[in-house]
């Protein structure tokens, strides 16, 4: 095994998260806003002192620029019988521009009425659907049967809130924990932080805003491609700039022998060059990406609170699991993880075994920054704004969790990504996000006091931090 091995697996993470991508956006369910626009318009058409029975439920529609409903006219307590007659309301929609974008409804045409004249679909527009609003469902005989409420178990409200934070909390605690594997890894290397790589998240982030919005403009709105090349600059634009922060400041640091202070202090440098050139250079105002996905899969519910997994959430846990993996197989297999080893355990007797000490400490460089630039893609394409100073707190929560968990230790990393991103869910469900930040660094206050070392404890070089021997993974 040997290098190049370990980066063609790290590829194919790269590829297999858009592939993900692709797959469950080709599940994505139907947008409701046709549907309810099409069943608010009938009972402006059709006769009042008439009662509706919808017979097609919103799960059973197809995706497109037009929506059929059957349905059947009833007197008041009139019971449906087979032999009742069945009429159809077809609804035609502009084409969306955008995903996610509410589209112009421009005809009806129904199978008893014939087609709504324009006169008549102006009045219908302007003073039905947009002032009757949902009050027209009053026409409806049980409009809740219409398949807009997910059919899944009922676990009560207090559950099913409780269930959709700590899905939240899990996804978001699979970013910091995918960020907190950066610090871990150059501080296993080198027993040195690097406090600019919420810097080098941001730019990622930046960079995977900048470049969806310009394939929509040249392709327009295709999610896979979108996903693909937003994340492929990402994690070119976060191997470079972290590569960058190695060979002009804690590489040559790192050869006079600077002490922890004067890296501490290098790292803070970079982290202001980094985002004053974001600032002076490109903008200082918020970068916001639309939401390209709004994919999500109903779980649990209580009464008419769904609990949904969306699917950026799913691509963050999945693609950070895999990340994950691959990363721990390339630090027991390849030859690039024997010499992170090798030197993590004993930096001189690495040398004078003809381990490059230089070649080993620019590829892991490039490593965490990979790994920073698929954190900053997942950020950008799930929450949809950044600006040149968002990456300063989002690192030092990651370092947090890094911390929290025992630094220098991959599982301590990961299981204290989890916990910042329950603590913040939760805090934020339950008692609002103006005091959420305080609560987080007051964990890290909390577990420091009784547990200095983190939760794992703090790998103190004297073994590998990556060693499975010693079961330290």
Known sequence: MNTRSGSRHLRRVFWL?????????????????????????????????????????????????????????????????????????????????????????????????????????????????DRVGRTALESYIDPESHGLRADVPDIGLPAAYATQLVL??????????????????????????????????????????????????????????????????????????????????FGPLGRRAAGGRAMIVASLGCVLVIQEFIRIVISARNFNLPPIWQFSVPLLRGDHFVVRLHGFDMLAIGGAVMVAGILVWIMGKTAFGRNWRAISQDRLGAALCGVSLSRTESQSFVLAGFLCGLTGAMLALRYGVINFHSGTLFGFKALTAAILGGIGRMRGAWLGGLMIGLTETLWSGYFGGAYRDVAVFGLLAAILVLRPQGILGINDRHDSLFSARNGQI
């Not at 858009?18 to 099409?38: G, T």
């Not at 890894?185 to 406090?195: A, F």
């Open 17 to 129: 998260l858009p592939l993900l991508a692709a797959i469950l956006s080709s599940c994505a369910p139907r947008d409701p806003y046709q549907f309810n626009i099409c069943r608010l318009a009938l009972p402006g058409i059709e006769d009042e002192d008439k009662q509706i029975r919808l017979v097609t439920r919103f799960d059973e529609t197809s995706d497109g620029n037009q929506i059929t409903l059957r349905y059947q006219l009833l007197e008041p307590g009139e019971i449906p019988l087979p032999s009742t007659e069945t009429h159809a309301i077809t609804c035609h929609f502009e084409a969306a521009t955008k995903p996610n974008t509410p589209t112009n409804l421009y005809a009806i045409e129904t199978t008893r009425l014939g087609p709504v004249s324009d006169a008549h679909m102006a009045l219908l527009k302007r003073f039905w659907i």
């Open 168 to 249: 939240s909390g899990l996804a978001r605690g699979a970013i910091y924990g995918l960020l907190a594997l950066s610090f871990t890894l150059i501080y296993g290397l080198i027993g040195r932080i690097n406090l600019a790589f919420g810097e080098v998240v941001m730019t990622a982030a930046l960079g995977t805003i900048i470049t969806s919005l310009w394939i929509s403009g040249m392709v327009g709105w295709l999610i896979p491609v979108m996903v693909v090349g937003s994340v492929a600059m990402a994690a070119f634009i976060g191997s470079g700039l972290s590569h960058l922060t190695w060979r002009n400041v």
